[in-house]
């Protein structure tokens, strides 16, 4: 059976705060977007393989993500987690057409 992939509005691009994490619910899928600072909005799953710590709640730094709860970096751009930790989370595309932000999930 082939995946079909939609696109969901998730809000306005000049609303997003830089460098702050905002949570998006699809269904069971709880996302995390983030605009970072060079001006580019990145969405990946909002659960860090390590405890499930919400990672929209972490600190943004340049690429990366720090998970809350026991500070593990994550990759916003490829989702993968930083050595010495192990592991990565799902990360969607996004698209950006005037002022609206969309990101693609899984139907």
Request: charged share 25%.
């Amino acid at each position: 059976m082939e995946k079909t992939m939609r696109k969901v509005f998730i809000g306005k691009y000049s609303e997003l705060p830089e460098r702050l994490g905002k949570t998006v619910i699809f269904g069971d899928q709880e996302i995390a977007v983030f605009k970072l600072t060079s001006g580019k909005i990145k969405a990946i799953e909002n659960r860090c393989p390590h405890r499930g710590g919400s990672l929209a709640e972490g600190m943004v730094s340049g690429d990366h993500v720090f998970c809350p709860l026991h500070d593990w970096k994550v990759s916003v751009i490829d989702g993968l987690v930083q050595a010495p930790d192990e592991g990565c989370v799902q990360t969607f595309d996004v698209e950006v057409t005037d002022d609206q932000v969309y990101v693609f999930i899984n139907d």
